[in-house]
């Protein structure tokens, strides 16, 4: 009986240590995770604020890399990176319609990808498969050519942009491993 005293004890303090260190090193990665964010003024920011900051200029921060997937945002520089998950349900895509010239992208960098038509005003209208109206809006490219919207996630739907009198539109999935960037579909015409 004593032998199952010691070992049950052994247990318990074992326990106890296992939850101090995930308690030590959550706190760790949160104290780091905000020191990060702090340092390019991101931080008290929504994932959705931090994605449209980063997105909509080019004049951000020379040592800070961003990328969109369908799940999370990714932020890194040369000596960190941080995770944020997107918000529950939701899907970002940042799309680039173009008369010339655009680039191959899958995963959207909010910080390096650059689009052909800057400032210019489009439409946009994004219909799922069921032919329900998901988004109907006018936007002005932003400094990078792009415009982003945030999607319900996991739909299948038809993109369709208007640029003046040209046209094009492109089939979109905002499910789990999806694309968040989308371009050579769109050549305006």
């Known amino acids: 009986m004593k032998k199952q005293n010691r070992t049950l004890l052994y247990l318990f303090f074992a326990a106890i240590l296992v939850v101090a260190v995930v308690v030590l090193v959550t706190r760790n ?25 980063l997105d ?5 921060d020379s040592n800070l890399r961003s990328s969109i997937t369908s799940e ?15 918000p529950e349900g939701k899907f970002y895509l940042s ?3 173009y008369l010339n010239q655009t680039h191959p992208c899958a ?13 210019q005003p489009i ?14 809006a006018e936007y002005v ?10 999607l319900p996630a996991d739909i299948s739907a038809t993109l369709e ?22 371009t050579t579909p769109l050549q305006l015409n």
């Open 29 to 53: 990665n949160d104290q780091n995770q905000t020191a990060f964010l702090e340092k390019y003024q991101l931080n008290g920011l929504t994932v959705e604020e931090i994605v449209y900051k």
């Open 56 to 60: 909509s200029t080019t004049q951000e």
């Open 72 to 86: 999370e945002l990714i932020l890194t520089d040369d000596s960190q990176e941080i995770r944020l998950p997107l």
């Open 95 to 97: 799309f680039a319609p």
């Open 107 to 119: 995963t959207h960098s909010l910080t390096t990808c650059r689009g052909e038509l800057v400032g």
């Open 123 to 136: 439409h946009a209208l994004v219909r799922d498969d069921s032919g329900n109206v998901v988004l109907d």
């Open 141 to 150: 490219t932003m400094e990078n050519g792009f415009t982003g919207i945030w």
């Open 161 to 182: 942009v208007t640029y003046g009198d040209l046209k094009t539109s492109a089939p979109i999935l905002t499910a789990a491993g999806s694309d968040t960037c989308l």
